[in-house]
């Protein structure tokens, strides 16, 4: 561990008066809530998995971000002035996001221009906080920069990003509009997910998987031979990628909701696709099949995606992920009696990620129905009396819109 320097003999530089750091982080904090809005808008549309899971842990890492920027805004001006809206000249650059009619160009817009400009922001920034008198602000601006500037390569690896210079202002020096609040879009409602090129979609999905893999109790069938595996693991794969595809737009399509719904929401999508990652690996190196090789369905998303979102937080997190557990515990420790440790240890993973996941559904679900856990609780029965056993909506009710 180096040794924290700690002599006398560097001057305090004037820095940043507290009001104008205040700002600036108003104007992260705006910039990141909408990248974050938008990119979960698109990330179900999206098709290839390897993108896709670089847009969702880039929303998770800018969510983690913009809780220490929002702490930090709290810690330096703790009142209702911050962090405001943004001026109408960095709302004019946030409003290209809403333009965008592919998730290519939804990339272009993100890495080509804003994050970019915040890269720039950034760095003035860095340059001129006095590292004693504001060490705090200076640790928040640094860990932003690292992250900002991975992003922008990560995405120029994916998408044919090509950098433009549409936004040269010093966005952390504009204006905000204090004690305002900005509205955000929403994209139409999704027609269904996109995946990558080959895949085959059907309506019922894969025939080979069948209805005793996914009942609990005695009824409950754990793949244990290989090619029951190699079609189990890639449903499963498809169903953590549904998953994700849920918890991005339950965020997107509810911008009215606190900040830390959207945080916890966030975090579920990139649990659900490093999910799809270990399973997509798992397939390669044990069981000798890839992600394409058998057909996929939505079925099970759209009966889940009809509901409004109580509905949604309930019968998904609430009630699948929660009967997960119990299967996942099960095949675990049936895998483990036949040696089989690695595919059981996946498993053991994926029941430790459930338990925040169902929480979400209890923490948000309660949120919306008055914070009453006996009005939750009545949701509940009411809506679980509507699934087969499988844990499926029978009649979904018909969306609005
Ligand atoms: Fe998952
Ligand atoms: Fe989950």
Partial sequence: MPIIPL?????????????????????????????????????????????????????????????????????????????????????????????????????????????????????????????????????????????????????????????????TADLGALDIRKRETRDLKILPRLEEPRRDAGIEITPDGDPYLSEELYVNGDEN??????????????????????????????????????????????????????????????????????????????SYFQSIYAYDLVGRLLLFNGTSEQKAMWRHSHRRQVLLDLGQANVAKVFDYLLADEVPHVHNGVRWGTHLLGGEPAAYREKMKELREGLDRTGQPVSPPTPAG
């Fill in 221 to 298: 069938h754990v793949p244990i031979d290989r090619e029951e595996q190699q079609h189990f693991f890639h449903g499963l794969m498809d169903a953590e990628l549904c998953a994700a595809e849920l918890m991005a737009r339950n965020s997107h399509e509810h911008p009215e909701m606190p900040w830390d719904f959207h945080a916890d929401m966030a975090r579920q999508t990139w649990d659900e696709l490093r999910h799809a990652r270990v399973h997509e690996v798992l397939m390669a190196t044990e069981l000798g099949c890839r992600w394409g090789d058998f057909p996929i369905g939505f």
């Fill in 7 to 167: 002599d006398d003999q560097n001057p305090l530089v004037l820095g940043l008066p507290v009001d104008d750091n205040a700002t600036r982080f108003s104007n992260y904090f705006h910039v990141l809530r909408e990248v974050i809005h938008w990119s979960n808008g698109w990330l179900p549309l999206e098709p290839t998995f390897h993108a896709k899971y670089v847009l969702g842990e880039h929303i998770h890492d800018d969510a983690r971000g913009q809780v220490k920027v929002r702490r930090r805004i709290y810690e330096l001006r703790a009142n209702e002035d911050w962090p405001g809206a943004p001026s109408d000249e960095l709302a004019a650059q946030l409003d290209r996001l809403a333009t965008a009619s592919t998730p290519a160009e939804h990339a272009q817009v993100v890495y080509g221009q804003l994050k970019p400009a915040l890269v720039r922001a950034l760095e003035v920034h860095a340059a001129s906080i006095d590292p004693i008198t504001d060490e705090v602000s200076l640790l928040v601006v640094n860990q932003l920069l690292d992250r900002q500037r991975r992003h922008i390569a990560e995405a120029a690896e994916r998408w044919s990003i090509s950098p433009e210079d549409a936004f």
